[in-house]
Nanobody, 121 residues
Framework: QVQVVESGGGLVQPGGSLRLSCAAS????????MGWYRQTPGKQRELDAT???????DYADSVKGRFTISRDNAKNTVYLQMNSLKPEDTAVYYC???????????????WGQGTQVTVAS
């Protein structure tokens, strides 16, 4: 079982920056990957960025060059550095953790409660 906790959201002006953080607390097993997704009313959650324990990253085209995901594997913590923010980035951002109880087990998805990011003047 995994508990995922996000922080760092808030109100920022266009062109500004925020850093989101997410910590996954596990009872057993390991977290293979963590990532960030966004959701706005009426739309499904969309990928922003993911990172594996080995350091492989994946970004949505809309955030490439602006957002950077990083991680501290020892603490099962990921960060999302968000630069050059645009009004269209306004959304609730959710942290995801993929937990594997044993090396050959399936992966299970766990989600945080979400943190609001608002980009406006």
């Amino acid at each position: 079982q995994v508990q995922v906790v996000e922080s760092g959201g808030g109100l920022v002006q266009p062109g500004g920056s925020l850093r989101l953080s997410c910590a996954a607390s596990i009872i057993m097993g390991r977290v293979n990957a963590m990532g960030w997704y966004r959701q706005t009313p009426g739309k499904q959650r969309e990928l922003d960025a993911t990172i594996t324990s080995g350091g492989s990253t994946d970004y949505a085209d809309s955030v490439k060059g602006r957002f950077t995901i990083s991680r501290d594997n020892a603490k099962n913590t990921v960060y999302l550095q968000m630069n050059s923010l645009k009004p269209e980035d306004t959304a609730v951002y959710y942290c995801n953790a993929k937990e594997q109880p044993t090396p050959l087990s399936n992966e299970y998805d766990y989600w945080g409660q979400g943190t609001q990011v608002t980009v406006a003047s």
